[in-house]
T-cell receptor
Framework: QKEVEQDPGPLSVPEGAIVSLNCTYS??????FMWYRQYSRKGPELLMY????GNKEDGRFTAQVDKSSKYISLFIRDSQPSDSATYLC?????????FGPGTRLSVLP | GAGVSQSPSNKVTEKGKDVELRCDPI?????LYWYRQSLGQGLEFLIY????????KSGLPSDRFSAERTGGSVSTLTIQRTQQEDSAVYLC?????????????FGPGTRLTVT
């Protein structure tokens, strides 16, 4: 079993849709939960991170963590074509980060 | 400000040749990471530097892979006797090395193709 599993996609949605991206992880020692966004031919950039179970909002983005079920989600409201990218979940502790394979999202105008 | 830079951006090499990939981290960042990203795969951790030392080399896939960091700044990842399965995007990231959560800032990557 991989340490972090993620729906591979690709996922195509119309502009304005609500997008739900999900990951599961296996190691209960993981303390941080992150979402990175990666545009084509670019490096990943941190979108959001959280330490605890529950929701964290930042504009149109909401990160949700359920430690009891080891489940991580990212919701994007009012999706825009500029949100088209690959979204990678990541988790870890200290200097140890483990990344999921990423979900490729296309938001169609 | 200047972000993480990597060179070359693209490298095509013949099987069996050696390659060197370079990473310039953000100035002042003490921690530096190398990852490999293959199509459909997540970021595969290769090695982590704190300053010039590498406390964690566990991700290096074989003894053909080595990395060094000098002056607490620039790092070089060397792949000897390249194989076709080494084809991937090699990403470098740096972080400040302080604080409980240490955001990693990524470079644009080097796309390596072994023919």
């Amino acid at each position: 079993q991989k340490e972090v599993e993620q729906d591979p996609g690709p996922l195509s949605v119309p502009e304005g849709a609500i997008v739900s991206l999900n990951c599961t992880y296996s190691n209960s020692a993981f303390q941080y939960f992150m979402w990175y966004r990666q545009y084509s031919r670019k490096g990943p950039e941190l979108l959001m991170y959280t330490y605890s179970s529950g929701n964290k909002e930042d504009g149109r983005f909401t990160a949700q963590v359920d430690k009891s079920s080891k489940y991580i989600s990212l919701f994007i409201r009012d999706s825009q074509p500029s949100d088209s990218a690959t979204y990678l979940c990541a988790t870890g502790w200290g200097q140890n980060f483990v990344f999921g394979p990423g979900t490729r999202l296309s938001v169609l105008p | 400000g200047a972000g993480v830079s990597q060179s070359p951006s693209n490298k095509v090499t013949e099987k069996g040749k050696d390659v060197e990939l370079r990473c310039d981290p953000i100035s002042g960042h003490t921690a530096l990471y190398w990852y490999r990203q293959s199509l459909g795969q997540g970021l595969e951790f290769l090695i982590y530097f704190q300053g010039n030392s590498a406390p964690d080399k566990s991700g290096l896939p074989s003894d053909r892979f080595s990395a060094e960091r000098t002056g607490g700044s620039v790092s070089t990842l060397t792949i000897q006797r390249t194989q076709q399965e080494d084809s991937a995007v090699y990403l470098c990231a740096s972080s400040s090395g302080t604080g409980v959560f240490r955001e990693q800032y990524f470079g644009p990557g080097t796309r390596l193709t072994v023919t």
